[in-house]
Structures are given as C-alpha cells and as structure tokens.
C-alpha cells in the first residue's frame, strides 16, 4: 500500500489536485491497481513470445513519389476555410499565457 506522502508526490508529478474525501479514493483505488498489478506478476511466463499487438495488423507504407507539390494545393483556398486567418496563416487562439 502506497503512504499518504506517495500519493501526494504522484498527484504533484501529476498535477493534480484533490480534496480530502478524493485523496482517500485514490488511495483505495491505487491499492486495488498494485494488488491487481501484483498479480499480473505471478504469471509464469517463460517460454512465451513477447507481443506488440495481436491483431496481427502490419504497418502500410507507402513509397515516396515524385510530382507532390504544396503549390499543387490552392493555399488561398484552404486558408479561406479557416474561422480567423492573418495572412498566410490561420490564427487560433493562444495556448500559453
């Protein structure tokens, strides 16, 4: 079971803030993962391949072509679509204050 100061300095890496009746679910809640996660580890698992995905997808790439050209798109069209533009740029609002 993780201490109080444990899941304090998780929810700081975290940034997270929590009142007092959130911190002891979380504490309850981190306490079921580490146990289920305990178990997890019990599992013999020697012999068995690793495993990425199962799926059994595979990447699809494409090869490079020539003949691609960003003048090949009408740039003013596009910008057009944009809800603000200033000059050849489309304008969002600020992320960092």
Known sequence: MLTPEEIKHIATLARIDFTDAE???????????LNFIAKLNEIET????????????TNSWRSD?????????????????????????????AVFE
Do not use: M
Request: glycine share 8%.
């Open 65 to 93: 072509a020539e003949g691609y050209s960003a003048d090949a798109v009408d740039r003013n069209a596009l910008l057009d679509q944009a809800p603000k533009r200033e000059n050849d740029h489309v304008k969002v609002k």
């Open 46 to 57: 020697k012999g068995i391949t690793p495993t990425a995905q199962v799926g059994g997808f």
């Open 23 to 33: 911190f002891e679910y979380l504490q309850r809640e981190f306490d079921k993962i």
